[in-house]
């Protein structure tokens, strides 16, 4: 079983900081592309940043200059570092994988449970 766990959410004041953690666990070959979402509510999930393997970072245009994504191959964990937090980035966070290979041509795209970020104003 491949699972993905975070942490890290909370409530912290607009221009504060917060720091996610996600850590895959179970037996795992590699992992390709590791990312955060997020979904506030009456509001679909959308991609906040996301990392590949190789190091190659995209992000939200809404978040970028204020977070910053970062990767541990050796420990599968994927980290998001959230400065200048504003209240619209009130939200649910999902730590994604969009493969996780759990054989040598078998994988998982794999979800995490949620932490739930609060920024009050």
């Known amino acids: 079983q491949v699972q993905l766990v975070e942490s890290g959410g909370g409530l912290v004041q607009a221009g504060g900081s917060l720091r996610l953690s996600c850590a895959a666990s179970?037996?795992?070959?590699?992992?390709?592309?590791m990312g955060w979402y997020r979904q506030a509510p009456g509001k679909q999930r959308e991609l906040v940043a996301a990392?590949?393997?190789?190091?190659?970072?995209n992000y939200a245009d809404s978040v970028r200059g204020r977070f910053t994504i970062s990767r541990d191959n050796a420990k599968n964990s994927v980290y998001l570092q959230m400065n200048s937090l504003k209240p619209e980035d009130t939200a649910v966070y999902y730590c994604?994988?969009?493969?996780?290979?759990?054989?040598?041509?078998?994988?998982?795209?794999?979800w995490g449970q949620g932490t739930l970020v609060t920024v009050s104003s």
């Open positions: 179970g037996s795992i070959v590699r992992i390709n592309a």
């Open positions: 994604n994988a969009d493969k996780i290979y759990y054989m040598a041509w078998e994988y998982l795209e794999v």
């Open positions: 990392i590949t393997s190789g190091g190659s970072i």
